[in-house]
């Protein structure tokens, strides 16, 4: 069974970083993609970046390049998430996503997600 439980939230002061984990679990290979996803308050959950777990190759909506980092320890099966300048508009739920055997997020395609995590809060606010 697969599981995806992020971790690393918390309230942050703007101008400040903050690094997001997403450890996966159930996977039987690592043809799978990892997804990051925020859903701010009133609004759209929007994709925010994704990464191959088998070669690392990753991609980020022109949105968050420069800011959001992503990164991936395939030995501990787990997905990083590092976010810097924290601005108050970054205030969201961040959830992980996978897709298995396709790597539609890559192209820019998010809506392709086979399983989710609960996601986890960050609040950017001083």
């Known amino acids: 069974q697969v599981q995806l439980v992020e971790s690393g939230g918390g309230l942050v002061q703007p101008g400040g970083s903050l690094r997001l984990s997403c450890a996966a679990s159930?996977?039987?290979?690592?043809?799978?993609?990892i997804a990051w996803f925020r859903q701010a308050p009133g609004k759209e959950r929007e994709g925010v970046s994704c990464?191959?777990?088998?070669?690392?190759?990753?991609h980020y909506p022109q949105s968050v390049q420069g800011r959001f980092t992503i990164s991936r320890d395939n030995a501990k099966n787990t997905v990083y998430l590092q976010i810097f300048s924290l601005k108050p508009e970054d205030t969201a739920v961040y959830s992980c996503?996978?897709?298995?055997?396709?790597?539609?997020?890559?192209?820019?395609?998010?809506?392709?997600?086979?399983?989710w995590g609960k996601g986890t809060l960050v609040t950017v606010s001083s």
């Open positions: 996503a996978a897709e298995t055997y396709i790597s539609n997020c890559l192209l820019g395609d998010y809506s392709s997600m086979h399983y």
């Open positions: 159930g996977f039987t290979s690592d043809h799978y993609t």
């Open positions: 990464v191959r777990m088998r070669d690392g190759v990753t």
